[in-house]
Structure formats: C-alpha cells, structure tokens
RNA sequence: GCGGCUUUGGUGAAGUGGUUAACACACUGGAUUGUGGCUCCAGCACGCGUGGGUUCAAGUCCCACAAGUCGCCCCA
C-alpha cells in the first residue's frame, strides 16, 4: 500500500463541493472588484524565491522543496505565489498595457513543515497582487475584497489586524530603537529571539514567548516618516469608509521580508495556532528587487484549507445535491442493449440519467434509482421490449404507466 | 525542526495478557422468483498503523518507525 505522502491530501468527490463553492466566489468576488486570473508554473528558478521572499527567512531557509532537474538547474516548488506573480508581470510587460494591473489566483503551494490539521505540506492559496499603484485606497480595495469575500462566505467571529512595518526610509530608525531598547535585555530573550536580534530585529515584537514581558516596547507607529504615517491613516479612513472594522497590532510583522507600509492578517481563532486565515500588505520594493523598474505593490493570500476548516466549525457547508433526472432499470440480459441506447440518447439530450450496470434484481435497482435521487424511473424489461413500451414511473408519487419509447423524453 | 497525545473493518467504536475481536451504522444478498419505506434473516476485520521484542499465550506489555492530532516554531 503507497499513501499520499505525508502532508498531502486527496480531495475527494463528497468533499469537492465545497472546493468548488469556494472556487465559485473567489472568480465571483474577484469579477466584481476587477481582479484577473493570472496561472504561473507550479515551480520556478528556486533564486526567483530566495531574492523575493527573502534568503534569510524561514520559508526559504528550511521550508522549500527544492530539487535539481535533469539539466541541473536549481528549481523550487512555489511556496507562495506572490514572486512569481511579480515575474510572470515583469517577464510578459503587463506593466506596458496598463498602469494598474490586478491579478489573482488559486492554486497549490508547497511547503515543508510538520503537518497539522490546517497546515498542509502541499496546500492551496488565493490571492491578490494589485501592482502599479501607491495610493492607499488600492490597499483598502485589496483588504475590502480580503474581508469581504470570507464574509460572504458566511464566516463570523473574524478579526482584522492592521500595522505598518514603515518603508526604508524610516524603518533602519526604528529597528535602531528596537535593538537599543533590548540590548541590555538580551540575556532574558528566548534563543530565536537572540538570534534575530541582529539580522531581524522586528520579529522580537510577535515572539509569543518573550512579547508579554515587555510591555513598554517601542511602538513602530511613532517612528513612520510622514509618507509612511499619512498611507497609514489614510488607509485607516478609507477602511472606516467602508465599513470594515479593524484593530491596530503594532506587534504585527509578517515573516517575509518584502513587505512595507501596510501589513494585515484577518484571524479566525478558534483555528487555533493555524488561526491567520488571510494575510497580506504592501510591497513596494519587490518588482525592483526582482528586476524590474521601481513599482508600487499590495496584495495578500488566503488558504483555503483553513477556510474550510473555519467554514466546518461553522457549520455552513453544503451537502452534495444529486441532480439525476431519470434512472434506467433494465431487466435480464434482453434489455441491456436497448436500455443502453436510451441512457446514451437520453444523455445526448441533455438529460442526467443513471443506470446499474451490475445486472442486478429489479428491487435492488429500484434502491438504487431510489437512493440516486432521481425524480423518474424507466423500467425495461422483456414484456416492454415485446411491446416496444417502457414503464414510466414517478419516484415521488408511485404513479406508473406503460409507454411508448418515443415519449420519455418529454415526459423527463 | 522540538514536545505531548492518539492509531481496532467503509464509519462510530467495545475489548482486566488467555477460547471463534462485542455492538451500532453503512454496504451486499434474501424473505415463493418484475417495484423503492419499515421489519426480519444472512453476509461483511485470516486481523487490531508498520516492524521487532517479552511471554506457554499480545489488540492488550516493551522498543523502534510511520501517520494523524495538539502545542511550539512558521505561516495562509
């Protein structure tokens, strides 16, 4: 016996509906917002990765599947899709036929972690990128379709979480006062912790065990430059405009490197640890930094695993409808053929019609036409095919009569 | 990558180291041979995550590995 490998998962047929509802919404939402459909290749050069999400985070340091191929070049299964959304922009110059372009997709990610229920070695994402535009309001439409697309869902009890992690200008001043108000406090850090110091010194602010010590930390809103101070109010207004409730985080820094200004998370927490259902923010650096001319960024992810799990605990997925429209029961060998000629020209006339090919009894086919939920049922057997009738009946009221062949399609 | 817990059929599960692994649901077949429900009857784990070990005897004890799960880490 060969299972899925660890961390991966089949999706099957009584689970896909609900894929497919959720699939549904995103082309729905996104259609309304203007967002486009963009598919980029499931692995890339792995240097696309280690330049865009950063080489010293943890995605890129111990969590990608990396492989070399036949020709030896290093590729990279995706661990997200933002870099290589940003590639596919620069590498087809979807900056040369409009000024602001909005993409989304869905689709598998791959990363290696120890699995748990809601985080999934190969899992699924859809997400946003809205590349070309600084002005806030372009943050607030990405968030409102974040926010309003789980809310649709039917999803409550969520929580958005807003920060601005500042730009390059003002963010070296901050990481200085960062680093001088724990200097003196390193030996009390956790180990990860004293290993940040100095290479990230703004993941001190989320570290779960150390963040409740210290309560009087430096908070990064007090040391934004004006640019990074007005996007951020302005954002703030723009959001209240819309209705959308958030909290401030100051604490909240996102583990990618290429993320500036804004930074969000919308939570569901009974998740739990796996309790960030969306995420995103600014990135205004990373098409320069991945070789393109200077271009302003914002998008964010969301993966659907956990979605489904929040939907689950909600209890606001569909049971799987079937939608039979007539089953065939066919009797004796005699009526395999002519019963087989119906499904199919039934079939071909746009009909949904099923029919046991087990050759068993008569009571067990009517179980199953029963249980198939089909509205009619079509018996054939020897005494219909001397005559050239079938026997029509109505699951739902008993009724039964013989008729001519050439009848049941209206009668369907 | 670290720590805790869990692992009996398609599902939910019972099972003080000792005869043929309970029960329920689901599924399949049947109840005078062409009709759905209910009821009744029958069938359905050669094996208890995998591999070792202890023992006269192991689903029950020990070890290792694997998978799942919770927390950490990370992130969506």
Known sequence: MINAPRGTRDILPRDVVEWQMIERKIREICDRFGFEEIRTPIFEHTELFQRGIGENTDVVEKEMYTFE???????????????????????????????????????????YDRPQAGRMREFHQFGVESIGEMNPAVDAEVITLAWDFLTELGLTDLELRLNSVGCPKCRPQYKEVIQK??????????????????????????????????TDVPIITYYLCDECRNHFETLQKLLEAGGIKFKIDPKLVRGLDYYTKTAFEIRYSPLGAQSAVAGGGRYDGLVEELGGDSTPAVGFATGIE?????????????EKLPSIDCFIIALGDLAQIPAFKFLTDLRRDGKSVAMDFAGRSMKAQMKQASK??????????????????????????????????EKILERI
């Open 181 to 214: 108000y724990f200097r003196d406090k390193l030996p009390e850090l956790c180990h990860d912790c004293q290993s940040r110091f100095d290479k990230n010194p703004m993941r001190l602010l989320d570290c779960k065990i150390d963040s409740d010590k210290f």
């Open 69 to 111: 191929d036949r020709g030896g070049r290093s590729l990279t299964l995706r661990p997200e899709n933002t870099a290589s959304t940003l590639r596919a922009y620069l590498q087809n110059k979807l900056f040369a036929e409009k000024s602001l372009n909005k993409l989304f997709y869905i689709g598998s990610m791959f990363r």
């Open 306 to 318: 956990r979605i489904i799990l929040a939907l689950e605990q909600q209890d606001l997925l569909l």
């Open 372 to 405: 198939s939920g089909a509205k009619f049922a079509v018996i054939l057997g020897e005494d219909e095919i001397r005559s050239n009738m079938v026997t029509f009946k109505n699951l739902e009221t008993s009724d039964q009569e013989l008729i001519p062949v």
